[in-house]
């Protein structure tokens, strides 16, 4: 992919509160002009472009990505719509920065990362954990030896979501399920501190609508590390991670947004770090205009081989419930 200029033009699909929490943070960053958004509901894209300051708004997809104004589509739809969108996105020359899950199936997952390479079109799965500086730190205290031999990591994204069976939480046609929704989370923290998974067992509950509810994951990592890690929609709130070694622990309070983190040595904190700079995706928004800066089509610090791995660890826990249900 040739070297792309330093102001990128950003248009986004899929004008709903999760874009608005993006754009609230992308308007701020330099080099990063909106402009255009695009949604099947003209007037919610008109009214979501004024509220924004985005130069325009189309009521269709198609439109969006034909406007030479836009340099990388920012994709916030269920991800079930993800793989046509980002494909016209794509055949239209347009880098493409896409909310997790990149798509619901492994094999499509593959398919998407094959298509972007072969185009030579930048595509990226918008993963903030791994971006935000107090998991870089852990990263850094794990690495630099500050807990000795990492031995065991534990990770937890559990909240009471829409008891409504037409949601997309639980709605199976909408890529429902706790595993894909936020399992993704302390999957990709685990692979991310105590690398690649190299075996993983899961057990779990279903919803009435044949979706996960509740999964609990235990894996192994390569180098010896294991992580327990547990996802649900319909269970009390726990968002937490830590992790032990040898010579001490790592506390990381809602790891997913984490704004602050401690090192303990025999249960006496010794290190922490508090974030104040605001911003929960900044960090990965930078991380995509400095890859197509250097005329990457991938993003290092979450690649597609980062993607890919995690819709392979995904698959194989949402098998395992599945099968330990009977379905």
Known sequence: ?????QKYGWGLVGPGRFAREFVEELRMIPGAELAAVASRSKSKADA?????????????????????EVDIVYIAVPHVFHDEIARLAIRNGKAVFCEKPLTPSLRST?????YAENEGVFLMEGMKTGFLPVIARAKEWIDGG??????????????TGSQDPSDRLLNPEL????????????????????????????TGELAPTGVEESVAMIAAHH?????????????????????LGTEGEIRIPKFHAATSIELLK???????????????????????????DEGM???PGHSHEDTLALARVMESVIESVRGDCGE
């Open 146 to 159: 500050r807990i000795g031999e990492v031995k065991l990591g534990y990770a937890d994204f559990c909240f």
């Open 48 to 68: 979501f472009a004024r509220d924004f300051g985005f130069k325009s708004s189309y009521g269709s997809y198609e439109d969006l990505v034909a406007d030479p």
């Open 1 to 5: 992919m040739k070297k792309m200029k």
């Open 175 to 202: 890529g429902g399920g706790a595993v894909l929704d936020v399992g993704i989370y302390p999957l990709h923290l685990m692979r991310f501190l105590l690398g690649e998974v190299e075996t993983i067992e899961a």
């Open 266 to 292: 025999d249960g006496k904190v010794v290190d922490r770090l508090d974030d104040d700079s605001g911003g929960m995706v900044k960090g990965e928004i930078v991380a995509a205009m400095k890859a197509l």
């Open 110 to 114: 593959r398919e998407m990362l094959s």
């Open 297 to 299: 089509i991938q993003c």
């Open 223 to 243: 180098g010896g590390a294991r992580s327990c890690m547990t996802c649900s929609i319909q269970s009390e709130e726990s968002m937490g991670a830590r992790i």
